[in-house]
């Protein structure tokens, strides 16, 4: 049985912020700080970080280090947990609803990239209708 392809969007994502920012992986590693634990230091490893994105295998990232990683590229959280779940999990997430907010309904699955446009777009309906019905009323 042929291997699957494996998946490197935390490694891409990454990798292009840190082309962004002008950033070495010894400068991420030392900005890798936890906004919710500043006194546990950097999350991440200049080696890890390298690894990351040279596609080398890496242990999926506990929560402190997704925020640390959040951090260290400026990022929303929710980017490098979305990042994180397609690369390590094989899960797609797929935001509905008005861009920005955070109350946006969002769809994980797998393999939501082999969908037709069209069952793509069902399942985006689907998830706009109900964010829709369970969203606190304005009363």
Same mark, same amino acid.
């Given at each position: 049985?042929? =291997?699957? #392809? ?6 891409d994502? *990454? ?6 920012l002008?950033l070495?992986?010894r400068t991420?590693?030392g900005?890798t700080?936890d ?7 950097p999350q991440? #490893?200049?080696? #890890?970080? =390298?690894?990351? *994105?040279?596609g ?15 951090a260290g590229?400026?990022?929303? *959280?929710r980017?490098?947990?979305d ?8 899960i797609?997430s797929?935001? *509905? $609803?008005?861009e $920005? ?5 969002l ?5 939501y990239? #082999? ?12 998830a706009?209708?109900w964010?829709?019905?369970t969203a606190?009323?304005?009363?």
């Amino acid at each position: 049985m042929p =291997e699957a #392809t494996r998946r490197t969007d935390l490694a891409d994502l *990454v990798s292009s912020r840190m082309k962004e920012l002008d950033l070495s992986y010894r400068t991420l590693a030392g900005r890798t700080i936890d906004p919710d634990d500043p006194d546990n230091g950097p999350q991440w #490893t200049r080696s #890890t970080l =390298e690894n990351l *994105v040279k596609g080398l295998r890496v242990k999926p990232p506990t929560p402190q280090k997704i925020r640390g990683l959040a951090a260290g590229l400026s990022l929303p *959280v929710r980017l490098i947990q979305d990042a994180v779940r397609a690369q390590f999990f094989g899960i797609d997430s797929v935001r *509905v $609803g008005e861009e $920005g907010l955070d109350e946006d309904a969002l769809i994980m699955l797998r393999h939501y990239e #082999t969908l037709s446009a069209e069952d793509r777009l069902k399942l985006r309906k689907i998830a706009e209708d109900w964010s829709r019905m369970t969203a606190p009323s304005g009363d």
